[in-house]
Every structure is written in C-alpha cells, then in structure tokens.
C-alpha cells in the first residue's frame, strides 16, 4: 500500500509539470575521494551533487503523471522510469540506473547486487518508494558509468535547513545497545516502524518523532549519533 504523503513538489503548470525546486536527501557523500575529510556545511552554503534515489519498494504500474511526494526525512513517494543503464563493474549482469521522475528531472540509482532479469527493466514505469541522497560522480570510480550522462544530471542547490534523523539516531543507539547482532541495519529499523509495507503502522510510528525535528546551523554541530538530512532549493 502507498503511503499518502503530506507535500507533492512536482507543481503542475500551463505547460506542463514543472521539476520540484525543493529537496529533502540525506547528506550522503558529495563526492567519491574518501582520503579528504569531509568539509562544513553550514545552511546558505551552495552545494553541488548528482541526486541519487535508493529504491525500497516498486511495482509496476500503468500510471503515466509523475509523483514525488515528500513523506518525512528523505523518504518519498515516486514514480519513475528508468531510461538508461550502466554494467556493474564489481557484479556481472548487474546495472546502475539513471531514473527519470519527469523529463529534465534524473536521478542515479545504485545497484550493487540485483540482477536485471528481475529488478527493473528500461523503459517501464514503475511506483514505489525511495530515499533521496547525493554523491560526487560515479564515473570516477565505474569505467561504465558514462561521465558525461552524470555531468547532465548533477544539480548545484542552495542548503536551506539541516536537519536531524531522529529514527536513524535511535538505530544507532539500538545498535550500540545490542552489539552482538550485527545484521542490525538501519533498514530493519525502518521494517520495524512499517516502512515501506505496513501504511497504518508507519504513520502511528511517525507520530512518536512529531513533526518539528531537531535542527543545526551547520554539520560541525552534529552529534555523534547523528545522520542528516539537507533540505536544499535547486539552483
């Protein structure tokens, strides 16, 4: 069941539909060199990244209008199309995607282990839901990725807020509590408050963290259980 979601960014125009102006993703990795230490974000910075959607549930589906509809923290509803792939240099008919919401809005996908008989297929619509993220551009590190399709995707946005992930902060103190289960992931935390299968559950569950979360002025205030979230206008 679909998770009906309290904001619709995709404005509908007189020419059509319009690409959303605001994003909510997870900080991710804005950009792929781990040996430089990531720097301070503070809201006002301009930022610049490739858009990214991790997909947790799809079907197929006949509907042709888009979606993208905000749920809470990063987590969206969507419908989408992949329209080109990349080969999985570590895994062998296995494909990165590049997933179009609408025409001129693209996101990148990873796909480190699905193979393409049964995940998604070019060309297909498919509605589901997914967590926006970042990074630098995936060709730096995957010969197949083609450089030049991400260069036509990335985005430079405007940080407008950083936020706090209280439901990733409870994972972690969980974890820490039970450090004898290390199949503990964030996605189980996530199972276990009913997303993305459990409508009514999941709603009950967002309740308990309302809806005003904790906000920084920059990352170097984070704590140490901190996951964040950027809530970014694009430029």
């Known amino acids: 069941m679909l998770i009906p979601g309290k904001v619709d960014y995709l404005k509908i125009m007189a020419g059509g539909i ?7 993703m997870d900080e991710g990795m804005i ?14 910075d301009c930022i610049s990244f490739c858009p990214c959607v991790k997909i947790d549930h799809y079907i197929e589906s006949a509907r042709t209008s888009p979606i ?7 987590i969206y509803e969507i419908s989408f199309r992949p329209i080109q792939k990349f080969s999985n240099n570590l895994n062998k008919n296995c494909y990165h995607y590049l997933i179009e919401i609408i025409p001129g809005f693209i996101l990148f996908h990873f796909n480190w282990s699905r193979k393409y008989e049964h995940y998604l297929k070019v060309g297909k619509r498919y509605q589901g839901y997914g967590r926006l993220t970042n990074c630098g551009d995936p060709s730096e590190c ?19 807020r950083i936020l706090c992930n209280h439901i ?19 996605e189980c935390a996530l199972a276990q408050l009913g997303y ?40």
């Open 18 to 24: 319009q690409a959303p102006r605001q994003l909510f």
């Open 31 to 44: 950009g792929f060199n781990n040996t430089i230490s990531r720097s301070e974000s503070k809201v006002g």
């Open 68 to 74: 993208l509809r905000h749920i809470v923290y990063n």
């Open 142 to 160: 995957n010969p197949f990725v083609d450089g030049t399709a991400i260069k036509s995707i990335s985005r430079r946005a405007q940080l407008e």
């Open 168 to 186: 990733h902060r409870d994972y972690v103190e969980k974890l820490f509590a039970c450090k004898e289960d290390e199949t503990y992931t964030y």
């Open 196 to 235: 993305p299968n459990d409508y009514i559950k999941f709603q009950e569950s967002l309740t308990t963290y309302g809806y005003q979360p904790k906000e920084l002025e920059s990352t170097a205030l984070r704590g140490p259980y901190d996951a964040l979230i950027y809530c970014v206008t694009l430029t």
